[in-house]
C-alpha cells in the first residue's frame, strides 16, 4: 500500500534529529517570549535572558505554563513579538465574547500554519483532485479559515459554504461532486439525515472522506457515521491558540492523530500536580508552538485530556500518536462545536433583573445535534396572571446569552423556590449527551 506524505523527509524523521528541531524552535520562541510584555518578566526572573538559556529540551520545564485566562489578561497586544504592521491576521477562539482569547498571525505564520493542514490533509489521503467543502464556520472561529488555507496549499477546489443552510450544502455537494467535508461529527449526521430526506439520491454524490473535530466524539460514532454515510471519517485536533484545526491528525491508518512534532512540543501532565503523567498514561495535553513568530505560547495548558499512543505507527511517521480525546479538565462544554462556560451564561443570569437565586444549564441531544436550555427561577413578584413580563424576560436572556456565546439556548423559567437547593456545591450543569467513550 503507498502510504502519501506531503514532506516525507520531515514526517519520517528520525526522532534525534526531530529533538534537534525541537530544541532550535524552543530557542527561537523565547527570544520572541522575551519580547512580549507578557512574558518578560516571567521569564527573567527564572533567570531565562535569551534563547542561548535554553540549553536542552529538558530546559522547558523551567518555562512557566500559559492558561486561556493568561491569554484574556494579555489581551489585547500582551502576547505579540512582532511590530504590529507585521501581523496579518487575527482569529479568537469559539464562542468567546467579553475577553477574548485571540491570536495573531504574521504573513509566514499564516503560510506555516497552512503547511501544517495540507501536511495533515494528505496524511488523510487527500489529493489536490479532491473537490473539499468547508461547512466550519468562516470568520473569528479559526475552523473557517485556517482550514480553508491549508486546503488549498494543497491543490483541492475548496468550497466555502461555512456552517449552516443544510439544503444549500447538499446541492454544492452533488452539483460539484464533493468529495471531502470539514465539520463537526454531530453536523455530519444531520447532514446524512437531511440528504436522505431530500430529493437527491446518495448515489449521485462523490463524498467519500469527512475531516471531523472541535469536539469529542467516541470510536463508535465514527464507526456509526462511517457505515450510514459510506464515507472513511478522519479526526482532526486543533484549537485557535494553536492555529486551529490541524494539530494532530490521523493517517490513513486512523489509529490515532499524529501530532506534529517538528511545530509542536508536547507533555502530558497531571492537571492536579502539574508533574507529567508517566508515558501512555491519561492527563491533560501541554504544547509549546514552535512555528509561529507573531505570538509565542510556551507550555499552554489546553485542558484537554488525552494519552500518548506509544507504539510506533504502521505508516512510519515518526510524529507521536495522540489518543481520541476522552474530556476535559475544566468545566467547558463544547455544544455543536461551539464552546461555552457554564460562568458565560453566569454573567447573564446575574445581570438581568427578575432572576431568581437558582439555575440549571441542560446539555441533552435532539437528534443528532446538542441542546442547550438554561432553566432559571424568577423572583416572586415576576409569577402573576400577567405572562407578558415573563415573556419578556425569556426573550431577554435568549439575545443576551446568544450574543456571548453565539449559540440560541431554550430559556426555561420556574416559578421561585421550585428547583431543588443542593446542600453542598450547587450542580449547575446537567450533561445528558451520551459518553461512550
Ligand atoms: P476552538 O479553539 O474553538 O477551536 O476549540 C478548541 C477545543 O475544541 C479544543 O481545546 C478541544 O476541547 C475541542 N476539540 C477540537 N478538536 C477536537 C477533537 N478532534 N476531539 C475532541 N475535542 C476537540
Ligand atoms: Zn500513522
Known amino acids: 500500500m503507498e502510504i502519501p506524505f506531503w514532506d516525507k523527509s520531515i514526517e519520517t524523521i528520525d526522532r534525534s534529529e526531530l529533538e534537534k528541531l525541537q530544541l532550535a524552535g524552543l530557542k527561537r520562541q523565547v527570544e520572541n517570549a522575551l519580547k512580549t510584555t507578557f512574558y518578560k518578566n516571567k521569564l527573567l526572573k527564572e533567570g531565562i535572558i535569551g534563547g542561548s538559556s535554553i540549553k536542552s529540551l529538558d530546559d522547558l520545564r523551567r518555562l512557566p505554563f500559559t492558561t486561556k485566562s493568561d491569554l484574556r489578561e494579555a489581551y489585547p497586544f500582551g502576547l505579540m513579538s512582532v511590530n504590529k504592521e507585521d501581523v496579518v491576521r487575527i482569529h479568537a477562539s469559539s464562542g468567546t465574547t467579553g475577553t477574548p482569547t485571540i491570536i495573531y498571525q504574521t504573513q509566514k505564520d499564516v503560510s506555516m500554519a497552512a503547511d501544517t493542514m495540507a501536511r495533515s490533509l494528505v496524511a488523510a489521503g487527500c489529493t489536490k483532485n479532491d473537490i473539499c467543502q468547508n461547512m466550519m464556520t468562516y470568520g473569528l472561529f479559526t475552523g473557517g479559515m485556517c482550514f480553508h488555507y491549508g486546503a488549498e496549499r494543497l491543490g483541492m477546489t475548496v468550497i466555502p459554504t461555512s456552517s449552516g443552510n443544510t439544503i444549500r450544502q447538499i446541492k454544492f455537494m452533488h452539483d460539484f461532486g464533493t468529495t471531502v467535508t470539514h465539520a463537526t461529527p454531530s453536523y455530519l449526521l444531520h447532514l446524512h439525515q437531511a440528504i436522505e430526506e431530500s430529493e437527491y439520491d446518495r448515489n449521485d454524490f462523490k463524498w467519500r472522506l469527512a475531516v471531523t473535530g472541535a469536539e469529542p466524539h467516541s470510536e463508535e460514532l465514527r464507526c456509526k457515521i462511517q457505515d450510514k454515510l459510506g464515507i472513511e471519517v478522519y479526526n482532526c485536533y486543533g484549537m485557535s491558540e494553536l492555529n486551529g484545526p490541524g494539530v494532530a491528525f490521523e493517517c490513513i491508518f486512523r489509529k490515532g492523530m499524529h501530532i506534529w512534532e517538528d511545530r509542536y512540543i508536547i507533555e502530558i501532565i497531571d492537571p492536579v500536580t502539574l508533574e507529567p503523567v508517566p508515558e501512555g498514561e491519561v492527563g491533560e495535553l501541554v504544547v509549546t508552538i514552535l512555528h509561529r513568530d507573531a505570538m509565542p505560547l510556551l507550555r499552554y495548558r489546553t485542558r484537554d485530556l488525552t494519552r500518548i499512543i506509544p507504539e510506533p505507527c504502521a505508516c512510519g511517521r515518526t510524529h507521536r500518536r495522540l489518543a481520541r480525546f476522552t474530556g476535559r479538565s475544566d468545566d467547558m462544554l463544547i455544544i455543536n462545536g461551539v464552546n461555552v462556560f457554564p460562568s458565560q451564561i453566569e454573567e447573564v443570569l446575574l445581570k438581568v433583573n427578575g432572576v431568581g437565586a437558582n439555575y440549571l444549564i441542560v446539555v441533552e441531544k435532539q ?45 426555561e423559567l420556574k416559578e421561585s423556590g421550585s428547583m431543588p437547593v443542593s446542600e453542598g456545591k450547587a450542580k449547575r450543569v446537567d450533561d445528558r449527551r451520551p459518553k461512550d467513550f
Open 367 to 411: 437528534g443528532d445535534l446538542d441542546k442547550l436550555t438554561v432553566q432559571t427561577e424568577v423572583t416572586p413578584e415576576m409569577f402573576t396572571d400577567d405572562t407578558r413580563p415573563l415573556n419578556a424576560l425569556k426573550e431577554r436572556l435568549k439575545a443576551e446569552m446568544s450574543a456571548l456565546i453565539t449559540i440560541n439556548p431554550v430559556i
